[in-house]
């Protein structure tokens, strides 16, 4: 069996384990401590010597002061840049991305490591490197469309045994059930069509419609003369969905009468910036605040109240949106408590 690697918590288990003194890092301490130790000696000698009056005060001062610098630059310059290195390493070794060699500037690395470090970069930003992780994800993508055709098959028994009793509500719902999974389980392709995306939204609303009946009502609105345009326009799959999904459950659900979601396209030159609207229960500036943060931030784990709140959907698609295009793309969310949310996604005009 091969060897896993060590995480940054398990090593010093390791080391313990093992013969510590062969790594070169110990040593060096243990050299730096053994000099930092004979210094504090001989400055206490001096010390000694002093109050017998058999040496000058200045010896004393002298040595104490040398013995503070140098153990403040040892902590400083050899210390604290050892951690920083062992920190970065340990995240490389649990499996993170390789940090920005910038952060490594302060770390004092050998020439040699510094050039490896710079090699790994290279390597893992390779364009041969990102095919094969293209390629792995191509292969997971089509391994996992075996188990969701049980599901499809299923379905549709579900809708057929429905037809045949007469529940026409039933299999109209279930075969929008299959169409929704379809969509979003089967269909591999980082970029839609905006019009793919909207059948899916469409898809999703009719469920919901069986849940909530007249209560809920879907608007879809753009500029005649642009809608070729904006429906051959390309974005990331299943950026309306969630969203729309939030708007439903933490929005409209909670509001007495009928819930109006809208979906409002707008295109520039370089831009196509999407707004999703609904008039239900909106939030207060607070929550309002810390969500846009969250999302400005580049989507840190939430808390617990925070998914509960929705968070979570919209940090999801605001985090593929930063991967796919850059920061400067992504979501902004305006609310008023008692009036409503505004979720305004803001995406690079893609055609090919």
């Known amino acids: 069996m091969d060897k896993q690697p060590l995480g940054a918590g398990e090593s010093w288990k390791y080391m313990k384990k093992n013969n510590r003194w062969k790594y070169i890092s110990n040593r060096t301490f243990l050299l730096m401590l053994a000099a930092i130790g004979f210094l504090a000696v001989q400055t206490l000698v001096q010390c000694i010597l002093f109050f017998r009056d058999e040496a000058p005060i200045w010896q004393a001062a002298l040595l104490f002061v040398f013995t503070a610098v140098f153990t403040a630059a040892f902590w400083i310059f050899v210390v604290r840049p050892y951690q920083r290195t062992q920190m970065m390493m340990g995240r490389i070794l649990d499996g993170y991305i390789l940090p920005d060699s910038s952060l490594f500037e302060k770390a004092l690395l050998t020439p040699s490591m510094e050039a490896e470090i710079e090699r790994l970069e290279q390597v893992l930003k390779s364009p041969e490197m990102m095919d094969l992780n293209k390629r792995q994800a191509q292969y997971l993508a089509l391994q996992n469309q075996i188990n969701p055709h049980f599901l499809y098959n299923t379905l549709e028994s579900i809708r057929g045994e429905a037809l045949i009793a007469g529940m026409d509500n039933i299999a109209d719902m279930t075969e929008a059930l299959a169409k929704f999974f379809r969509y979003t389980i089967t269909k591999v392709e980082n970029l839609v069509s905006v019009e793919e995306e909207l059948d899916n939204c469409e898809t999703y609303f009719l469920i919901q419609k069986y849940r909530f009946g007249s209560r809920l009502q879907l608007h879809i609105l753009y500029e005649e003369e642009s809608r070729e345009s904006i429906m051959n326009c390309k974005i990331p799959k299943l950026t309306l969905q969630p969203i729309l999904e939030n708007s439903i459950i933490h929005g409209t659900e909670l509001k007495i009468g009928t819930g109006n979601l809208t979906i409002q396209f707008e295109q520039t030159d370089k831009r196509l910036i999407i707004r999703i609207s609904d008039d239900g229960a909106g939030m207060d ?68």
Request: proline fraction near 1%.
């Open 285 to 352: 500036e607070q929550t309002l605040a810390k969500l846009n943060r969250q999302l400005g931030r580049g989507g840190r784990a939430l808390t617990d109240q925070e998914e509960k709140r929705g968070g979570i959907a919209l940090v999801n698609v605001n985090n593929r949106i930063h991967l796919l295009f850059g920061e400067e793309y992504g979501m902004h969310i305006y609310s008023i408590k008692g009036k409503g949310t505004d979720v305004e996604v803001t995406l690079p005009v893609v055609t090919a």
